[in-house]
């Protein structure tokens, strides 16, 4: 069965640095992938997309801090967070679709394939 499955979440301080992992089965390999967040009591929003020609989009409220990049022979997607803020803490989650990745993240709703989501708490 193909799956996605996030892992790396923690808590750390603002000012810190995180990189989460996602396992991706084959099935996914050339497809549209990226990752998401969810905070208590708001809705899902899209942080990075990475399509197979190597293309990335990033939400504005990550651009500069934060990287998504993949490695082909282990078939994993990360997301390097790096001078991290309270605002980013919430539920990551990585996902797929076959299609191009959009231009623009907030209107990429084909997202399709869904991991479990790993935690990242950001402290004050």
């Known amino acids: 069965q193909a799956q996605l499955v996030e892992s790396g979440g923690g808590s750390v301080q603002a000012g810190g640095s995180l990189r989460l992992s996602c396992a991706v089965s084959?099935?996914?390999?050339?497809?549209?992938k990226g990752w998401f967040r969810q905070a208590t009591g708001k809705e899902r929003e899209g942080v990075a997309t990475?399509?197979?020609?190597?293309?990335?989009v990033y939400a504005d409220s990550v651009k500069g801090r934060f990287t998504i990049s993949q490695d082909d022979a282990k078939n994993t997607l990360y997301l390097q967070m790096n001078s991290l803020k309270p605002e980013d803490t919430g539920m990551y989650y990585c996902?797929?679709?076959?299609?191009?990745?959009?231009?623009?993240?907030?209107?990429?709703?084909?997202?399709?394939?869904w991991g479990r989501g790993t935690q990242v708490t950001v402290s004050s």
């Open positions: 996902a797929a679709h076959p299609f191009v990745c959009a231009a623009d993240i907030e209107r990429d709703t084909q997202f399709n394939y």
């Open positions: 084959d099935t996914y390999s050339r497809y549209c």
């Open positions: 990475r399509d197979q020609d190597g293309t990335r």
